[in-house]
């Protein structure tokens, strides 16, 4: 789904490396620790391991990643400092963590209700000028921007049964704060703020109807469908672009070469990150019936009334600075080139 260049224009990119003298690549050779915002063991994990292997191999060696899970080396909301500060190479995660140094980021990481799905995405961001706006504002903090890497649009696990944006009024939630928040609050449902580690016991206990997690299959593996038996999908409301970002000397220090190998192997990442995650929602799809799970499709025009309802909640959010101003403009000029605004 993502770009055509698949594996083996990466690897044909590394044939050279891989012919050249050993003593030529041990002397060039780079060793990167990066840190995801994904658990140990989980399939996101298991998929940023799996570029991290390819990354070597097409390399022939010449750069190795060290693919940390989230909090091995400092809070994955302090990834963006570590990278700046020299404690961490770089990271997969994602940008609305760091919107309080520039709200735009909370735009380019998930314009909540925006576009539909990934492929949609990511051509804003190769050919609608995301790519540029991104690299401009991790420039600031010594960053390079690599690329984007989807997981899919997100589902809503819930414990009853919400078949319009109507019937979410008054539902208790659980919202990250931010630009979700405040459209999920225009759609008139209760906001409950709470940390991960609470969602499935407030679930289970009443504290809140419903939850803005992962996708549907993410959520299952949490458990999610056990006591809220009536998840949203196909999801609308949440499709987030996580990154790859690197700390701009370590970027610099890559020759050319490594370089475009390295920003291939990201947009084959993104691909595979994809369309993993979306096998796995296809083994919950075939098992829903058994467990007693019903998927819960809201239809185009009720996702269309979300977007319509999210379009001010963007508008007053690009206020927040001069940046967010382009990103918004630069996004909803694209959703309309699309058919989609």
Known sequence: ??????????AALGAAAVAAPAVARA?????WKIQSLWQAGTINQK???DFAKRVKAASGGRLEIEPLPVGQIVAYSETLDAITNGILDGHHSGGPYFSGKEPALALIGDL??????????QMWFEYGGGLELARDIYKRFNIYYVGPVWWGVESVPAKKPLRSITDFKGVKMRVPEGLGAEIWRRAGAGVVTLPGSEVYTALDRGVIEATDWGTLGMNNDL?????AKYPLYPGFHSMPAAEVAIGMDKWNALSPDLKVLFEMAVRDFARDMVQRVA???????EAAKAAGVELVDVGPAERRKFRELSQQAWADWAKKSPTAQKVY????AFLKKIGLL
């Open 1 to 10: 789904m993502f770009g055509r260049r698949r594996l083996g224009s990466v």
């Open 27 to 31: 002397q060039t050779a780079q060793k």
């Open 47 to 49: 998929v940023f391991e």
């Open 112 to 121: 909540n209700g925006g576009f539909e799905n990934p492929y949609q995405m």
């Open 223 to 227: 458990g999610y469908h056990k006591i």
């Open 279 to 285: 096998l796995e929602d296809l083994k919950v799809i």
């Open 329 to 332: 403009d630069s996004q909803t």
